[in-house]
């Protein structure tokens, strides 16, 4: 995947106040210790992340940077496991502390410029210079604020729709194009539905996350699709309204994608859906590729095949993906700055292929290697590998990534999720729900200024 794809961030972005935060755990950085056999000082960098579910592949990481770098020992520590709300909490507050830790792992860009425009994250440029390399030479997302990069990304999520192969040879359907658009994408659900009552099979699924009440502006959109280039609120954005319309008419009257209604009342998770076969198609992150060759933890023997996110309608541009990235920066308060640089930069690159833990954001990447060790031996039962590829080989793949993130951003979240719900489920008009969602939104900003 050898394609430019800039996530840059503008001065004018404001600081996300988005559930940002860190924890009470052991303090972060150790005093340097003395090598056995006097081999000089063995300086020990603590790091942070929440992904203890990755917690061998990471340990596998860190051996291997440890035995290339023999003085450097790296405590990585999992201060809230598996739960990225509460994890960055805790940091948040662990750094705003001044208390010292050499790299913490953020989970998306937007939190990574909050912190930067609170003056918490060191900028990489001097350890780059002294490294003789550039970053944008290295990674096709971009950490830039001001002038300057302030993380490393370990990855790069882009959404794609997975589709059960089965379903799909059952309704006479083809793997879709690269090209294909969101109306195609409703007509495949509705050709793969078919029962009544608790045995009924579906084409589709959406999720309560509040992607699904913007999947079709991401391919018309770029950033995040809540807000103007100019930052004001884009909730009159015609593109917003007519893809929410599309989704209820395909949950309430084709009656071919799962209700919210049935999603909320009966607790639905989208991975069971899926793989019990409940839903033929669902849009996610390629965080699921890993997963779907977990058969002990879901259960499945037909093969998944994938399509490129739909463009949606005339404004809608071919191969652009929602997506998104986490990235290690390297605190203020740190006091192995030049350590943590050295393990950060081996973590997002060579470590990458040893993590296996999603895809690498390298401009070099190996496609093919990176998708051989997420996958695993003999991939071909569970996964059609010609069309992961003709997602990721295509030459019009562009990674959406939103980064315009006001203090506010996440109580405009939590209003956009009440009103879409309010009005998927019949509790009001599409009209209600975007006057709603722009009175109560500039409400928001107004309390805000």
């Given at each position: ?22 924890t009470g755990g052991s ?128 990855d790069v999520t882009p ?291």
């Amino acid at each position: 995947m050898k394609r430019n794809v800039l996530v840059r961030v503008s001065a004018a972005i404001l600081a996300a106040g988005l559930l940002v935060g860190c924890t009470g755990g052991s303090s972060a950085s150790e005093s340097n210790q003395t090598a056995n056999g006097g081999a000089g000082d063995v300086k020990t960098i603590t790091v942070y992340s929440w992904e203890a579910s990755l917690r061998e592949q990471n340990d596998a990481v860190i051996k291997a940077f440890e035995d290339k770098n023999p003085g450097i020992k790296v405590n990585m520590e999992y201060p809230v496991e598996n739960d990225n709300v509460a994890y960055t909490e805790k940091i948040d507050m662990l750094l705003l502390s001044g208390e010292s830790v050499d790299a913490v792992l953020e989970s998306s860009v937007a939190k990574l410029v909050s912190k930067v425009q609170r003056n918490l994250y060191l900028p990489l440029e001097p350890y780059m210079e002294a490294e003789g390399v550039k970053y944008d030479d290295i990674y096709n997302v971009s950490s830039e604020v001001d002038g300057s990069h302030y993380a490393m990304p370990i990855d790069v999520t882009p959404w794609f729709i997975m589709i059960n192969k089965d379903r799909l040879d059952e309704a006479g359907l083809s793997v879709p194009n690269m090209d294909w658009t969101w109306e195609d994408y409703r007509e495949y659900a509705k050709q793969m539905t078919y029962g009544e009552g608790q045995s009924k099979k579906y084409g589709s699924y959406f999720h309560t996350f509040q992607n699904y009440g913007l999947m079709g502006v991401y391919s018309t959109k770029m950033d995040n699709a809540y807000y103007k280039e100019d930052g004001s609120l884009n909730f009159d954005d015609p593109n917003i309204k007519d893809w929410l319309q599309f989704r209820y008419e395909m949950e309430n009257e084709d009656e071919s994608s799962v209700s919210l209604m049935d999603i909320k009342t009966s607790n639905l998770a989208y991975r069971s859906e899926f793989f019990s076969g409940n839903a033929a198609m669902i849009p996610v992150g390629s965080w699921m590729l890993a997963e779907i060759k977990d058969t002990e933890k879901w259960p499945h023997d037909f093969q998944t095949t994938f399509a490129p996110l739909p463009k949606w309608g005339d404004e809608g541009v071919e191969g652009r993906t929602f997506s998104d990235t986490k990235m290690f920066s390297i605190p203020k308060s740190a006091k192995h700055p030049e350590e943590a640089y050295k393990f950060i930069r081996f973590y997002t690159t060579e470590g990458a292929y040893i993590r296996a833990g999603g895809l690498t954001a390298e401009k070099d990447m190996d496609i093919r290697a990176i998708l051989s060790t997420i996958v695993g031996e003999n991939p071909e039962t569970l996964y059609d590998m010609e069309a992961v590829y003709a997602i990721f080989d295509n030459p019009k793949l562009e990674f959406n990534a939103p980064m315009m993130a006001p203090v506010y951003n996440a109580q405009i979240d939590t209003l956009f999720i009440e009103e879409i719900e309010k009005y998927l489920v019949g509790g009001e008009t599409l009209d209600a729900c975007i006057a709603n969602l722009i009175s109560r939104g500039e409400e928001i900003v107004k309390q805000a200024q």
